[in-house]
């Protein structure tokens, strides 16, 4: 019995080896994996100022980013990588035409009232390679009653994830909206923060999207150590260390403390310019 299922497992081993082996091959695809956009929110002396970190040209192209997770997997796969082509200044002359679609939700409103954010400026870093996504630093403004006291973001439908971070503040809210989703009332004296366990449990859902059905290929890799396996113990230990490394890239790079430096085109806009 142990013969046969080690020769099956021999078999099996060699048909992912052969299927590797194929893909590797295989000519290069553009391959643009997508990530949740990033907003940092300030709200102090009558100014508010949402900076995103994005992926314009995923945006502009009208991928709907709640379902796909590289744009290569889109209806309109196409004209993002034509976006994705284009220099810096038309991409950044072309952005501003999202925003007034994002008002009309509102993107933001404060104690109740929508408030329209205005365009202040676009920095988009230089020569990142044509297959990797490109994000861009959007920062939006808006002018604010200074005896405001709450603030909700409304993120679009179709938008992918976004993590919102309120900055400025002692105890800042940070929280993780999906498209369509409005962040709940966010006080703007701070103390909104949550307990590590509401952030481990609200983070729970997302761990087990970013597996199924978005981490196919890290179900194929963990298959893959399964099949050219024969004893347990060393299958044990090889799974244990990919999903300890792969803890250890995301904390490392969600804390900062590994970037890749580039350099920046940057665009400023006066801050009375209405969009």
């Given at each position: 019995m142990g013969k046969t299922l080690n020769k099956v497992l021999a078999k099996l081993a060699l048909l992912v080896a052969l299927s590797s082996a194929v893909l590797m091959t295989s000519p290069p695809v553009v391959a643009h994996e997508l990530q949740p956009t990033i907003g940092d929110l300030t709200v102090e002396s009558g100014t508010a100022e949402l900076v995103l970190q994005i992926n314009l040209e995923a945006f502009l192209a009208e991928i709907d980013l709640d379902t796909v997770d590289d744009t290569n997997d889109a209806d309109n796969a196409e004209g993002y990588d034509a976006l994705r082509a284009l220099p810096n200044a038309e991409i950044i002359a072309l952005a501003p035409r999202l925003l007034s679609g994002w008002n009309a939700l509102p993107l933001l409103s404060v104690d109740g009232a929508a408030v329209p954010l205005k365009n202040v400026g676009i920095t988009m870093p230089e020569d990142v390679d044509i297959d990797l996504a490109r994000i861009s630093q959007w920062t939006l403004s808006a002018k604010v009653d200074p005896r405001a006291e709450v603030v909700q973001i409304t993120w679009p439908a179709g938008a992918g994830a976004m993590v919102l971070r309120q900055q400025g503040v002692d105890d800042p809210f940070t929280g993780y909206l999906d498209g369509g989703d409005t962040s709940p009332e966010i006080s703007l004296l701070g103390g909104a923060a949550q307990t590590n366990l509401g952030a481990f449990i609200s983070y729970v859902p997302v761990g087990f999207d970013h597996i199924?059905?978005?981490?196919?290929?890290?179900?194929?890799?963990?298959?893959?150590?399964?099949?050219?396996?024969?004893?347990?113990?060393p299958l044990v230990w090889q799974v244990s260390a990919f999903t300890l490394a792969h803890t250890v890239t995301l904390a490392l790079g969600a804390l900062g403390l590994v970037n890749?430096?580039?350099?920046?085109?940057?665009?400023?806009?006066?801050?009375?310019r209405e969009v």
């Open positions: 199924l059905p978005k981490g196919l290929d890290h179900i194929l890799f963990v298959l893959g150590l399964f099949l050219l396996s024969t004893h347990l113990r890749v430096p580039v350099s920046y085109t940057h665009l400023t806009l006066p801050t009375n």
